[in-house]
């Protein structure tokens, strides 16, 4: 571990991830940027000059420089990146106004995946009221008003206003705009077939010509009878896109484990690495022609890569196999940990955004514990057998990469399936041949000449495919759901892992000291949150259309006045860890929290209450009352309305609460009220 820290390309790496944490939290003029960077660069420059006297003193300045320069770049590069630090961007220029009016011109970039009212893409701007622009929206498209499904480079003249991206509105949720906003997707547009025009496509990029490609190869293998989930599975496979996989398939690989056989990434990769040097290994016979069939390597790899629509998974795959592939031509197969390093500190110099995705870090975090782990596990069972020790090999891989991901993946997705191994001994021995032949399907495909019975049997071995995750993810009582897991929790497993792996690696006893710190870390986090969660008291007015939900928390429990739960309260219940109180249900018009009283006024309008003044007044299912005289009467601390009432009643007591100088919350607006003690 200490000996591959020492690794400079791993300091570096480290560096420019601090610098890019610094730049994305924190907000910093850029021309600082510039001057800090100019400064240290000539520090730089100095102290490497006084290094080469063998000043020992200087030689330290110099690795600091470089580390601080690195962090400089990692700051730099996320701050120039980001299209809202540019003066050119659509929202920093005088034409660009919210919720009103615009002209604008778009240019489709990516076909995204569609709901039920709604083709969704992702749009580039180039014009805004005539004035040339940058900038990337999301495009939601009304389906019944389109004849024509829009593609990759169609340019389009729409006369709609920008909305802002919906905000988190429920404690715990997904947070949707948060996402988008790593994709640098700041705003949206709603368009119907009234409120735009197609227009001449000016140039093709090479989205556009890898949506070609991809188009063409789609039609070929309808013509051959593929269809349904057998279609959209080898678009998933073989051509990266995730469009058209169906819900239910969809949450059947998750539930099984295996989800990331539907994304193009190492995995697929190294199967059609493997097939190109088969094929190109004669060229070596030839004068420069291992030289030859590295560049046809390396070029029909990032071929592939822009076919599959350079998705983050792929280019980082593609990547990495490129160093690898060089690494080969040169014969020096340099270590697995360098070319993963290297390739993480390239794509994150280039593309920062990368580090905030999750695939990002689960991919990386895999193949670093497939490296690390794998061998460790192996050698706990040999066989000379060659099926079984080809099955353990593949099992101890699936062990390890699990051990890795388990506490990210839990983190994010609060779920564990049991029989991930189980999917991945059925499909991953096979899915090579799969690739493979997935790829020669396509090849005939595209030039009219693949037999009909191939395509049969290829569809039969897809079905049989998806057959086998489908059975696995019906054992519903293997998957663990609903795990409670914070961050620091996350942290504190991850470092009593490492360190009782570095122990069970060699022995040593200082590596057992820092074993027990890390397991008293953890122990130290779960009290300190246990004691967090038992002191914690919340009253809570949920932002849900469909129903009216109110939560009064008390310490490690919570009572709802439904028995109902729905994607809100299981949100809440999972990331506070939480339990929900069934034996208690609250009172559908006072609720009394933290010596205030709550009044609730649902359709019924009713809230002449005596004995008792509230203090806080929730207006849900659109009551029919006079606002103003029920201000004057109970004359209440807050207003909140819930999303449950009709918007024309909320915009008109909002206009008399400020009238009456009463605060007014607004649920819709401002997301889920919450009151803590």
Same mark, same amino acid.
């Given at each position: 571990?200490?000996?591959?820290?020492?690794?400079?390309?791993?300091?570096?790496?480290?560096?420019?991830?601090?610098?890019?944490?610094?730049?994305?939290?924190?907000?910093?003029?850029?021309?600082?940027?510039?001057?800090?960077?100019?400064?240290?660069?000539?520090?730089?420059?100095?102290?490497?000059?006084?290094?080469?006297?063998?000043?020992?003193?200087?030689?330290?300045?110099?690795?600091?420089?470089?580390?601080?320069?690195?962090?400089?770049?990692?700051?730099?590069?996320?701050?120039?990146?980001?299209?809202?630090?540019?003066?050119?961007?659509?929202?920093?220029?005088?034409?660009?106004?919210?919720?009103?009016?615009?002209?604008?011109?778009?240019?489709?970039?990516?076909?995204?995946?569609?709901?039920?009212?709604?083709?969704?893409?992702?749009?580039?701007?180039?014009?805004?009221?005539?004035?040339?622009?940058?900038?990337?929206?999301?495009?939601?498209?009304?389906?019944?008003?389109?004849?024509?499904?829009?593609?990759?480079?169609?340019?389009?003249?729409?006369?709609?206003?920008?909305?802002?991206?919906?905000?988190?509105?429920?404690?715990?949720?997904?947070?949707?705009?948060?996402?988008?906003?790593?994709?640098?997707?700041?705003?949206?547009?709603?368009?119907?077939?009234?409120?735009?025009?197609?227009?001449?496509?000016?140039?093709?990029?090479?989205?556009?010509?890898?949506?070609?490609?991809?188009?063409?190869?789609?039609?070929?293998?309808?013509?051959?009878?593929?269809?349904?989930?057998?279609?959209?599975?080898?678009?998933?496979?073989?051509?990266?896109?995730?469009?058209?996989?169906?819900?239910?398939?969809?949450?059947?690989?998750?539930?099984?484990? $295996?989800?990331?056989?539907?994304? +193009? #990434?190492?995995?697929?990769?190294?199967? =059609? %690495?493997? /097939?190109? *040097? &088969?094929? !190109?290994?004669?060229?070596?016979?030839?004068?420069?022609?291992?030289?030859?069939?590295?560049?046809?390597?390396?070029?029909?790899?990032?071929?592939?890569?822009?076919?599959?629509?350079?998705?983050?998974?792929?280019?980082?795959?593609?990547?990495?196999?490129?160093?690898?592939?060089?690494?080969?031509?040169?014969?020096?197969?340099?270590?697995?940990?360098?070319?993963?390093?290297?390739?993480?500190?390239?794509?994150?110099?280039?593309?920062?955004?990368?580090?905030?995705?999750?695939?990002?870090?689960?991919?990386?975090?895999?193949?670093?514990?497939?490296?690390?782990?794998?061998?460790?596990?192996?050698?706990?069972?040999?066989?000379?057998?060659?099926?079984?020790?080809? $099955?353990?090999?593949?099992?101890? +891989? #699936?062990?390890?990469?699990?051990?890795? =991901? %388990?506490? /990210?993946? *839990? &983190?994010? !997705?609060?779920?564990?399936?049991?029989?991930?191994?189980?999917?991945?001994?059925?499909?991953?021995?096979?899915?090579?041949?799969?690739?493979?032949?997935?790829?020669?399907?396509?090849?005939?495909?595209?030039?009219?000449?693949?037999?009909?019975?191939?395509?049969?049997?290829?569809?039969?071995?897809?079905?049989?495919?998806?057959?086998?995750?489908?059975?696995?993810?019906?054992?519903?009582?293997?998957?663990?759901?609903?795990?409670?897991?914070?961050?620091?929790?996350?942290?504190?497993?991850?470092?009593?892992?490492?360190?009782?792996?570095?122990?069970?690696?060699?022995?040593?006893?200082?590596?057992?000291?820092?074993?027990?710190?890390?397991?008293?870390?953890?122990?130290?986090?779960?009290?300190?949150?246990?004691?967090?969660?038992?002191?914690?008291?919340?009253?809570?007015?949920?932002?849900?259309?469909?129903?009216?939900?109110?939560?009064?928390?008390?310490?490690?429990?919570?009572?709802?006045?439904?028995?109902?739960?729905?994607?809100?309260?299981?949100?809440?219940?999972?990331?506070?860890?939480?339990?929900?109180?069934?034996?208690?249900?609250?009172?559908?018009?006072?609720?009394?929290?933290?010596?205030?009283?709550?009044?609730?006024?649902?359709?019924?309008?009713?809230?002449?209450?005596?004995?008792?003044?509230?203090?806080?007044?929730?207006?849900?299912?659109?009551?029919?009352?006079?606002?103003?005289?029920?201000?004057?009467?109970?004359?209440?601390?807050?207003?909140?309305?819930?999303?449950?009432?009709?918007?024309?009643?909320?915009?008109?007591?909002?206009?008399?609460?400020?009238?009456?100088?009463?605060?007014?919350?607004?649920?819709?607006?401002?997301?889920?009220?919450?009151?803590?003690?």
């Amino acid at each position: 571990m200490i000996k591959f820290l020492r690794f400079v390309p791993v300091q570096l790496t480290f560096f420019l991830i601090t610098g890019i944490l610094i730049g994305n939290y924190f907000e910093i003029n850029t021309q600082e940027i510039v001057v800090l960077n100019c400064a240290v660069i000539l520090l730089l420059l100095f102290s490497y000059f006084f290094a080469n006297k063998n000043l020992k003193y200087f030689n330290l300045f110099f690795k600091g420089f470089v580390f601080l320069a690195t962090v400089l770049i990692g700051v730099a590069t996320i701050s120039f990146q980001n299209n809202l630090n540019n003066n050119r961007h659509y929202s920093n220029t005088l034409q660009f106004k919210t919720d009103s009016l615009s002209q604008t011109v778009l240019k489709i970039r990516k076909v995204l995946k569609s709901n039920v009212n709604y083709a969704k893409y992702e749009a580039v701007v180039l014009e805004i009221n005539n004035e040339k622009v940058i900038g990337k929206i999301l495009l939601n498209c009304k389906k019944d008003s389109l004849n024509n499904t829009l593609k990759v480079d169609d340019e389009l003249l729409v006369k709609s206003e920008f909305r802002e991206i919906p905000k988190l509105l429920n404690p715990y949720g997904f947070n949707y705009k948060k996402y988008l906003v790593n994709q640098q997707i700041h705003h949206q547009i709603y368009v119907s077939s009234s409120s735009f025009l197609k227009l001449p496509t000016e140039s093709k990029t090479i989205y556009g010509i890898a949506a070609t490609i991809r188009n063409s190869i789609n039609a070929s293998l309808i013509k051959n009878g593929f269809k349904n989930n057998e279609l959209a599975l080898i678009n998933a496979l073989l051509l990266g896109q995730r469009q058209t996989v169906s819900d239910d398939l969809l949450d059947d690989y998750k539930d099984a484990g $295996a989800v990331h056989i539907l994304a +193009v #990434s190492g995995l697929h990769i190294g199967v =059609i %690495l493997l /097939l190109l *040097l &088969f094929l !190109f290994k004669s060229l070596h016979q030839f004068k420069n022609g291992k030289l030859i069939a590295t560049s046809l390597i390396v070029s029909l790899l990032w071929f592939y890569a822009v076919i599959a629509g350079l998705s983050p998974s792929v280019v980082r795959a593609v990547a990495m196999f490129t160093a690898l592939s060089v690494g080969l031509h040169l014969n020096k197969p340099s270590n697995i940990y360098n070319n993963l390093v290297i390739s993480m500190f390239f794509l994150l110099l280039f593309h920062p955004f990368y580090l905030f995705e999750i695939g990002f870090q689960l991919s990386y975090l895999a193949v670093f514990s497939i490296v690390w782990i794998q061998p460790k596990l192996e050698n706990l069972l040999i066989s000379e057998i060659w099926f079984f020790k080809k $099955a353990w090999q593949l099992f101890t +891989v #699936s062990i390890a990469a699990q051990l890795g =991901i %388990l506490p /990210l993946s *839990l &983190f994010y !997705f609060h779920q564990f399936p049991g029989l991930f191994f189980v999917a991945n001994m059925l499909i991953i021995p096979f899915l090579g041949f799969i690739l493979i032949s997935g790829i020669v399907i396509i090849i005939l495909s595209l030039f009219k000449i693949l037999p009909q019975f191939l395509a049969d049997f290829y569809t039969i071995i897809l079905k049989g495919m998806n057959g086998i995750i489908t059975w696995v993810s019906t054992m519903d009582y293997f998957i663990i759901r609903n795990i409670t897991l914070s961050f620091m929790m996350m942290i504190s497993i991850y470092l009593c892992l490492l360190f009782v792996l570095k122990w069970l690696e060699k022995r040593y006893y200082y590596r057992l000291v820092l074993t027990f710190i890390a397991v008293i870390f953890l122990q130290f986090t779960l009290i300190l949150e246990k004691y967090h969660r038992q002191k914690s008291n919340e009253f809570i007015v949920f932002n849900n259309y469909k129903e009216s939900i109110i939560g009064l928390r008390k310490g490690d429990s919570i009572v709802f006045n439904s028995l109902k739960l729905n994607s809100a309260t299981k949100s809440y219940l999972v990331g506070t860890g939480v339990n929900k109180n069934d034996s208690l249900e609250l009172n559908h018009f006072l609720i009394s929290f933290k010596n205030l009283n709550i009044l609730v006024v649902d359709s019924l309008g009713l809230y002449n209450f005596k004995s008792i003044k509230p203090n806080i007044v929730v207006l849900q299912q659109s009551p029919k009352i006079n606002l103003e005289r029920l201000i004057n009467k109970v004359k209440p601390e807050i207003i909140i309305a819930d999303a449950t009432n009709y918007k024309s009643y909320i915009n008109k007591w909002e206009t008399t609460c400020i009238k009456n100088k009463t605060p007014f919350y607004n649920t819709m607006q401002k997301g889920a009220y919450i009151l803590k003690e």
